[in-house]
């Protein structure tokens, strides 16, 4: 008998007849003898409903009261779960975030996990009920309901199984495992029976949507054993999903790369003719920080006249901002000669632990695009990935031949 979290997100919870669908897969776990803690995330579409209704109400919603708001998506979702078990004759018990207790601090819309207090689901536990809690939601510490920020259910069903000590972390998706890249744009692309902790990271943070990065660094940390499994596949034609290890074994020596991940909600920006001085760097990207903005790729030319420019990249949907804060905040006070900006580009990346062991994948990745005539904008590097910034245009073609280039589409031995 083992203990298992699962966690299903909103597709698999999108109807009364796929929750019911859930609830059937449930029960053939529960059938096993394994004890099960179920984290939902409300049904597709939900969330997105409520958050329209908020901007129709106020342009700017209060945080606080957004996350009262929108955390009623999953509370829905756990008593129609707890109900469709129930019918079945599943003994099912639901607990919002604040029922079981997990204990955020008060970063409202965005809020960061401190603890667990896991002494009401081990009891049930013990008596044979199914727990199903809401994911995306916690509370601090004056009771304020709390939300994790967007893909925050990954989170919540990670951080259950790190607190419980389960015996595995399953996350129910619409695809069955990680793929070499996405399937719609490489339709050869392979589902991986496995991959390492560090390859999961940098595909999640380069854009890869199977998971969150929030939910495999809490996983990494707290050494999680996850696997990405599909809601969607017919009863008795269930596979194994995609393992993510924690360590390189045999088998990972034999790719050198993994996969090849993107990301189209990047936005290049750029301060030009800086004084090429110490600390020029804390004064751009300090006041980028200040505005809660994050910061990706960096670069900084070397200047010959005394100045120099420098780039750096944020997500899409905060380039307005920035651009805004560059040109009002730091262009005067660094004494920059212009701010500009491109938001019609995209980041591509190949991913692998073989990299460390095997020499030339810049070069051949550098060779690839090239001989596509595709200009590099931007390089960024890790001991496991090579990230390039090209122009969106590009993207498709990019990453249908260094998939192809790599090798990706042929079966391993």
């Not at 389960?166 to 495992?177: K, L, M, N, R, S």
């Not at 194994?240 to 990972?252: P, R, V």
């Not at 905040?329 to 460390?356: E, F, L, T």
Request: charged share 25%; proline share 3%.
């Amino acid at each position: 008998m083992a203990l298992i979290v699962q966690k299903y997100g909103g597709t698999s919870m999108g109807s009364p007849e796929r929750i019911r669908n859930v609830a059937r897969r449930v029960a053939r776990w529960k059938a096993l003898g394994h004890q099960l803690v179920v984290v939902v995330s409300a049904m597709s579409g939900e969330t997105n409903r409520l958050l329209a209704l908020a901007k129709d109400v106020s342009p700017n919603p209060e945080p606080r009261e957004l996350d009262v708001m929108v955390s009623t998506g999953e509370q829905v979702s756990i008593a129609l779960l707890s109900m469709a078990l129930n019918d079945i004759g599943v003994k099912a018990r639901s607990y919002t975030g604040a029922q079981v207790k997990i204990l955020t601090d008060s970063t409202f819309t965005k809020a960061r996990i401190l603890d667990i207090e896991e002494a009401n689901m081990r009891r049930d536990l013990e008596g044979g009920t199914v727990i199903i809690v809401a994911g995306f939601q916690g509370v601090d510490e004056l009771g304020n309901i709390t939300t994790l920020g967007r893909g925050g259910s990954d989170t919540s069903g990670v951080a259950l199984a790190a607190a419980l000590k389960a015996d595995e972390c399953q996350i129910y998706t619409d695809v069955d495992g990680v793929y070499t890249t996405d399937p719609r744009i490489v339709p050869e692309a392979r589902k991986l029976d496995h991959v390492t902790f560090e390859e999961m990271l940098e595909m999640a943070s380069l854009g890869s949507k199977v998971l969150q990065i929030r939910s495999v660094e809490f996983a990494g940390k707290y050494k999680v054993k996850l696997r990405v499994l599909s809601s969607f596949e017919e009863e008795g034609k269930e596979t194994l999903g995609t393992l993510i290890t924690f360590e390189e074994d045999s088998k990972m020596e034999q790719p050198i790369i993994s996969g090849i991940a993107f990301n189209r909600d990047e936005a290049k920006l750029t301060v030009l003719g800086v004084p090429d001085r110490p600390g020029i760097a804390y004064q751009i990207l300090g006041t980028i920080a200040d505005a809660n903005i994050d910061v990706d790729m960096i670069i900084q030319n070397v200047g010959h006249d005394g100045t120099t420019d420098f780039s750096f990249t944020v997500n899409r949907g905060e380039y307005p901002r920035a651009l805004k804060i560059l040109d009002e905040q730091v262009k005067p006070h660094v004494g920059a000669r212009a701010v500009v900006g491109d938001n019609k580009i995209c980041k591509v990346s190949a991913v692998g632990v073989g990299m460390r062991s095997h020499p030339g994948v810049a070069s051949k990745m550098f060779r690839t695009l090239a001989e596509e005539g595709i200009n590099i904008q931007m390089i960024s590097t890790s001991e496991i990935k090579i990230s390039v910034v090209v122009d969106e245009k590009y993207l498709e073609l990019a990453v249908r031949i260094l998939h192809k280039a790599f090798e990706l589409d042929q079966p391993t031995v």
